[in-house]
């Protein structure tokens, strides 16, 4: 299901470097987590559905990394390089095997169906 973005001949030359760099660290940061952990929550202060998926994960025994990126009132336009980059648009982002599984809803779904801890089973996938 390929969802649209604006090709790169649609920005004008002076714009695609400031575009295609704009917060690439944060980018980056949690691509290298994807690599290093099987689970990676993204979440940020104050936002009490991160805590929430951190919680179910430690009750379940899951072995996770957590990553925070500033608050409601600071780092917004930092994460919002992660919503573009992902297309997903709340926080908290939650990764499996470096696949987004979506926000703390998405998590007990899987949690609750025992599909999360199949997955967790099996040999860990490429990332």
Known sequence: MPRPILEENRLHPAIRDFVANNHADIVTEVRQALAAHRIVVVGMAQNPFPKRACRAL?????????????????????????KIWTGWPTFPMIFVDGQLIGGFAELRQLLGSGELDKQLAQPRSEY
């Open 58 to 82: 430690g009750k379940k025994n899951i072995a996770h990394h957590y990553l925070e990126y500033g608050s409601y009132l600071s780092s917004w336009r930092r994460r919002n390089a992660l």
